[in-house]
């Protein structure tokens, strides 16, 4: 009955591992179609379940704004996401009960399925946010941080319910530096969401230099300036090329600060034992990234390439994760790994 029941557990946690990335790759399709605001209110669409029920309000708004925000199309990808999140948080629900109800058994601390429920539940509230707040570029970037530090958690969950071949305790020297890069993929991550929120994406359309210089005219102050309308400066103004261009210009730059230190510690790591797999998955994500990254300039953002960019950053926080764990359950020599 026992393996029955971790079985089952495992079962719900890697299925809500999956969702969860696959969460995040549709939500950057739910902002890159500008479907943000497909349905307006929260948590229905024009107070109805679906946006069958809100056929009549949509075509209203379409006829106000045949290109705005809301259409049909959108209300539904709105909508999927919506349900989705949903069903994601129920399967959360489920894992910190049976993570509590089971906890001695399965020999683990339910403490950290607890943190994953709390910020699942974070999650709903920046979604809301999200329609609440127009679009608000920190709310929207925040919203995206949030599904990826929860991506994060799913993954440190389901690492250790997984054997892997045996991590050696000289491996431990690695730690603070693997999470050393994990804190920059996070504020690459930001600075991606930050463009991807001011539709920055196109404000310099060269490489690698932007409109022909290598310190083009910036707006760095009212290019990050965090409390402000979409699309708008502070004070209520239309935002700036140079203020785009700043955007812009900071998280190509990083990026190449990030580049160069993860690639230098996956290359580092491929020599520890139990470390190959995951370490050659970063180096493999990172040159993708790169790619993804450049094309979306030579290509104009095409939409497919954008979500792919968006989860090339997922594969990278759980890739980073996944070395942590492993590092942290290192042992020495002729000592068993254990499952749990």
Not at 229 to 248: K, N, V
């Amino acid at each position: 009955m026992d393996d029955k029941v971790r079985a089952r557990y495992r079962k719900i946690l890697f299925l809500t591992w999956f969702l969860t990335l696959d969460l995040i790759m549709f939500g950057a399709f739910v902002r890159l179609t500008d479907s943000g605001l497909g349905c307006p209110d929260w948590p229905g669409c024009y107070g109805n379940i679906t946006p069958v029920g809100a056929l009549q309000d949509i075509r209203e708004a379409v006829k106000v704004m045949p290109d705005g925000p809301v259409t049909l199309p959108k209300a539904w990808i709105e909508m999927i996401h919506r349900y989705v999140g949903a069903l994601l948080g129920l399967l959360i629900i489920c894992i910190s009960w049976m993570a509590w109800r089971y906890r001695e058994k399965f020999g683990q601390s339910p403490v950290l399925a607890f943190v994953a429920l709390i910020a699942v539940c974070v999650q709903g509230a920046f979604g809301a946010w999200t329609v609440t707040h127009k679009l608000m570029p920190a709310v929207v970037t925040g919203h995206l941080l949030g599904g990826m530090l929860l991506l994060g958690l799913m993954t440190w969950l389901a690492a250790r319910e997984k054997v892997h071949q045996q991590v050696q305790l000289v491996s431990k020297r690695w730690q603070p530096w693997v999470a050393f890069g994990l804190v920059l993929l996070f504020i690459q991550i930001a600075l991606g969401g930050w463009v991807s929120t001011n539709y920055a994406a196109l404000a310099c359309m060269d490489f690698p230099t932007c409109h022909g210089q290598w310190l083009p005219e910036m707006d760095m102050k009212n290019g990050f300036s965090i409390v402000r309308g979409l699309g708008e400066l502070p004070g209520g103004e239309m935002i700036s090329q140079s203020a785009l261009t700043a955007i812009h210009w900071v998280h190509r730059n990083f990026a190449f600060l990030v580049f160069a230190y993860l690639v230098t510690l996956g290359v580092r790591l491929r020599s520890q034992s139990g470390l190959q797999g995951p370490s050659n998955l970063l180096l493999i994500l990172l040159g993708a990234q790169l790619l993804t990254g450049l094309t979306t300039i030579f290509f104009q953002w095409p939409l497919v390439i954008a979500v792919l960019h968006n989860g090339g950053a997922a594969g990278l926080v759980l890739t980073l994760v996944t070395l942590l764990v492993r590092i942290g359950r290192a042992s020495l020599p002729g000592l068993s790994v254990q499952s749990r």
